[in-house]
């Protein structure tokens, strides 16, 4: 039996909506010799199944094996035409493709001057919607109907043409050159997480600014700049710098609120930029710019202009989610957390084929959090599990290795310290092999691995003689991304005091926001 996460048939099927269905079989069906097509028969059965099974097409006669490959890749295409022709996945980029197709049909018609009225609308479109790779494409394919076409005004027209030309070659090649950078900076936080050093600090700060063009940012339109907020804000996430990934983020979001219009052209850059402010303020722990900013997001993806696509859903799914549970870490409200937990559950599920091993990896730490906050170590440790043996994560190092940090204190919590002895050396083996041993997670499997010569009455010092420890590395540069991860400092206060982590994490946010 085909694994279900290969067919990429049978995922494409069980991603049509009902409408989306309905018109395919519309669009099969104008033609009357497609009613009792082969491609037709394998749709309806496949549409029925809850589970690609190769035997049980090849038993319905619809197809001999032999013929299986083609009649899957006949049909896939014929979906996407479908879904081509839906106005929902409509926008001004697809416009513009439209209008460029038409313009090339004309143009091998020998129709030109039909074809060059075509690509000027096209242009416009593309100037406005600041689609400068594709506004490139047109002007040069203007270049070659103008040097086939001779009109009178053939010199202005190729002075006009050069230097548009010239224009959009330069701003392709500033955008080129920021993406290039986003992209590698965004590699390396999702390969290794924040600089652990001065070394890696130097390393990736060399890098950078030998890397980020010369701009005048007045003269940027708002994709340039867009890129520009994003390698900014990337490299400050990279070396820690909360305060300057705040800044770009919200610089990033206020571009998208300062040019409406592009919130509708361009929703994932939107939820993103909302996604790294969130994070920002989160790291932060700046509760009140966060709650407002969380709250416009929810009113902004709720209203009717905001897309609905696929994409979009389980962005917005991701995004919402993940903040409204750090919102409970900030106020130790998490009994409100556990609420979303089935919600969450089930948006992994039902997007199971579109969410990636290591965001789904990401809700599971943050879920194992909540349990941790709640007192219910048992689950904490059941969902840690999942990410301590999941052998597919080869990106995001730092998060399997906090989730084994946490996993020994909830064991620890749990009374489940037996194996204590032995978790402790295998996760002092994992960080040792992924370089991530840091000071405070030394001094965790220090401590921890004394407490089973320590007497009950001695506990209480121990543990305020560890919390003076990490205070030390509270802001520590390097250190403190520790905290970002696992409390520790929460854990401790709770233990000194007797009290619910939830409780001590409830005063230091009142405390903070006074």
Wanted: with cysteine; net charge positive; hydrophobic share 40%.
């Amino acid at each position: 039996m085909t694994n279900i996460q290969k067919d990429s048939l049978f995922i494409l099927i069980k991603s049509l909506s009902k409408s989306e269905k309905r018109q395919f079989k519309l669009y099969v069906g104008r033609l009357g010799v497609n009613t009792d097509s082969k491609f037709l028969s394998l749709f309806n059965l496949l549409e029925k199944m809850n589970a690609y099974d190769e035997p049980t097409i090849l038993n319905s006669n619809i197809v001999k094996k032999q013929q299986l490959s083609n009649l899957k890749a006949h049909l896939y295409k014929q979906i996407l035409v479908s879904l081509r022709l839906n106005p929902i996945h409509h926008n001004s980029r697809f416009q513009i493709r439209e209008q460029l197709d038409f313009a090339t049909i004309l143009y091998h018609k020998g129709l030109y001057k039909q074809s060059l009225k075509l690509l000027d609308k096209a242009k416009s479109l593309a100037f406005e919607s600041q689609e400068n790779m594709m506004a490139n494409e047109i002007v040069e394919f203007e270049k070659i109907i103008e040097s086939q076409y001779i009109t009178r005004s053939v010199q202005s027209r190729s002075d006009q043409l050069v230097a548009e030309a010239s224009l959009l070659n330069d701003k392709n090649i500033l955008t080129s050159q920021l993406s290039n950078l986003s992209i590698q900076l965004y590699n390396t936080i999702l390969r290794s997480g924040y600089v652990r050093n001065d070394d890696e600090y130097r390393k990736i700060t060399q890098y950078f600014f030998e890397r980020l063009p010369k701009y005048d940012i007045t003269e940027l339109n708002f994709r340039e700049k867009l890129w520009i907020y994003k390698a900014h804000l990337w490299y400050s996430i990279l070396v820690q710098d909360f305060i300057s990934s705040f800044k770009y983020s919200q610089k990033w979001v206020e571009l998208f609120h300062n040019n409406p219009k592009m919130i509708a052209q361009n929703p994932v850059f939107y939820l993103k930029g909302n996604q790294y402010l969130l994070e920002s303020l989160y790291f932060l722990k700046y509760k009140t710019k966060f709650k407002a900013t969380l709250k416009r997001l929810e009113e902004e993806v709720a209203r009717d202009t905001f897309p609905k696509n696929d994409n979009v859903k389980v962005l917005v799914f991701m995004c919402l989610h993940q903040h409204r549970l750090n919102f409970c870490f900030l106020d130790g409200i998490f009994d409100k957390g556990l609420e979303f937990v089935p919600q969450i559950l089930k948006g992994l599920k039902e997007y199971s084929h579109q969410i990636d091993d290591h965001h789904v990896m990401v809700f599971y730490y943050k879920i194992a959090c909540i349990y941790f906050g709640l007192g219910d170590f048992k689950n904490c440790i059941a969902y840690l599990k999942k990410i301590i043996e999941n052998k597919k994560l080869t990106m995001r190092e730092d998060l399997m290795c906090f989730a084994r940090v946490l996993s020994l204190v909830a064991h620890y919590e749990a009374g489940m310290d037996y194996h204590l002895d032995v978790q402790l050396r295998s996760t002092f083996k994992f960080l040792i092999k992924m370089n991530e041993l840091q000071n405070v997670q030394r001094e965790m499997i220090r401590f921890l691995r004394s407490l089973g010569s320590l007497y009950p009455s001695e506990l209480k010092d121990a543990f305020k003689k560890l919390y003076k420890e990490f205070k030390k590395y509270e802001n520590d540069p390097y250190e403190k991304r520790a905290f970002l991860y696992l409390d520790v400092l929460s854990w401790l206060e709770s233990k000194i005091n007797n009290e619910p982590i939830s409780e001590s994490i409830r005063k230091k946010s009142i405390e903070l926001n006074r």
